[in-house]
């Protein structure tokens, strides 16, 4: 049978982190067995469903090459929800509630100051035929619940938690159909993994009680339930999922110029027991994915651990995975001297004006000033000498003045970079090339 996941958000929002997380998961799910892996748009809330939601993300998942094998929408699926609520109420396992929300939340306020679970008392039952047609002759239109079998623990084998077991009759019949017709989250879901023919669900751990329900809704429908997955939630370093974090869109990781291959090389694996690591192949991170290194424990989400794995991927990207962000004029050499010292690709742009200048030069003193007018004189020699101008010209200097270690080198660095530390100048010089070198020298010696 060929895996098939899906990753289901709702468009009313940008993708967060554990959007993020949950959509790789199950990409790499599908991936590692030569499966499918389907996106799913869950619109049935029409008030909060928003199309440029929709279209952010289809961008962010394009942008994290996560790119789904089908997508379906909820909204254009509402026949089949219909049909199955009829079988359900044809099978007696849907069934009109009266209920006002008021009503709903005095039982609840009833319950729990008797110190008992505030479990649907499943009122609506009760009432006779006659009841019920004077509720609709008062114009009460009814929502729908799913009426829970209450023989039996529901159980399942979880990927990640184990066996799990529920009792049914400490659950609530689940609200499925509003009183205007429109759906709850609970019902489509579970037509549409049955319709899609979705073998693995993996999703957080906030919807362990919803699959309870929806491996009865399945059985209901004559559908055997999907191997389910639920994951442990992210954590902010500071505890719980900041709201800083949990509304950090995926546009923030783009625009903060980081590349999609640190955030998915750290939302691979973090909460398992495998080492993050800055592993920028992909398939690599395929064949390694593996539920049974998840752990239970929420996982802590760590921003400066996606700075750190962001820039180590950075040092390893090649020039032809980059050419096209790069200044114009940089060249394979150009990159290869500046990536060591970058944090995201964007700043190459600053590191670039080291070669291009012009360089804000500090004050020497009269001591340097005269050691650089020595080195503006041995300058055309070390240019002649060969392909390491740097390595001919600090060997001269220091034979002729004796200078070693920080004397010898860091006013030249200075005097053609303007700075104390960056590239190394064994490869940034000849990139600045002799005449421009020149130049640079001549200026601080004359300062
Ligand atoms: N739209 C649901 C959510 O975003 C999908 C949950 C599921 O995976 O079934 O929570």
């Not at 500046?338 to 004050?363: A, F, H, I, M, S």
Request: glycine share 8%; charged share 30%.
């Amino acid at each position: 049978m060929t895996t098939i996941t899906r990753f289901a958000p709702s468009p009313t929002g940008r993708l967060h982190v554990g959007n993020i997380r949950t959509a790789l998961h199950n990409w790499f799910l599908a991936r590692k067995s030569g499966g499918k892996f389907m996106l799913r748009i869950d619109d049935t809330d029409a008030a909060r469903s928003k199309e440029e939601f929709v279209d952010a993300i289809r961008a962010d998942l394009a942008w994290l090459g996560l790119h789904p094998d089908g997508e379906e929408r909820q909204s254009d699926r509402l026949e089949l929800y219909d049909a199955a609520f009829e079988r359900l109420k044809a099978a007696g396992r849907a069934y009109p509630a009266y209920e006002t929300s008021q009503e709903l939340e005095l039982k609840r306020k009833v319950q729990l100051g008797r110190g008992l679970p505030p479990t649907y008392d499943r009122g609506a039952l009760a009432l006779s035929d006659e009841e019920r047609a004077a509720k609709e002759a008062e114009g009460i239109a009814p929502h729908w619940r799913f009426k829970l079998d209450h023989e039996g623990p529901i159980a399942w084998e979880d990927g990640v938690r184990g066996s799990v077991k529920f009792d049914p009759a400490q659950l609530s019949d689940p609200v499925i159909r509003r009183a205007d017709g429109s759906w709850l989250y609970m019902l489509p879901s579970a037509v549409d993994d049955i319709e899609m023919g979705v073998t693995d669900v993996l999703r957080g751990e906030d919807h362990v009680s919803n699959t309870a329900v929806q491996v009865q809704m399945f059985e209901a429908l004559g559908a055997s339930p999907p191997q389910f997955a639920h994951e442990a939630l992210l954590m902010g370093k500071e505890g719980k999922l900041s709201k800083r974090l949990g509304s950090l869109g995926c546009d923030a990781f783009r625009e903060r110029g980081l590349e999609p291959e640190a955030l998915i090389a750290l939302l691979a694996r973090l909460g398992t027991s495998q080492p993050v690591e800055a592993i920028s192949d992909r398939q690599a991170l395929v064949e390694g994915f593996d539920l049974s290194t998840f752990g239970r424990a929420p996982a802590k989400f760590d921003d400066t651990e996606l700075d750190r794995l962001n820039a180590a991927i950075v040092h390893q990207l090649d020039y032809a995975d980059v050419s096209a962000r790069l200044p114009a004029g940089m060249e394979e050499a150009g990159w290869h001297a500046v990536r060591p010292n970058l944090t995201t690709v964007g700043e190459v742009d600053d590191w670039w004006k080291l070669v291009t200048g012009p360089v804000e030069q500090p004050e020497f003193t009269d001591e340097d000033r005269a050691y650089l007018a020595l080195a503006d004189e041995a300058l055309a020699l070390a240019f002649a000498a060969g392909a390491d101008p740097w390595g001919a010209l600090t060997a001269t200097l220091k034979e002729a003045t004796g200078r070693k270690g920080k004397t010898l080198f860091l006013p030249l660095r200075q005097a053609f970079t303007g700075m104390n530390h960056g590239p190394d100048m064994g490869e940034l010089l000849p990139l600045i090339g002799e005449d421009e070198a020149r130049a640079r020298l001549a200026s601080a010696a004359a300062a």
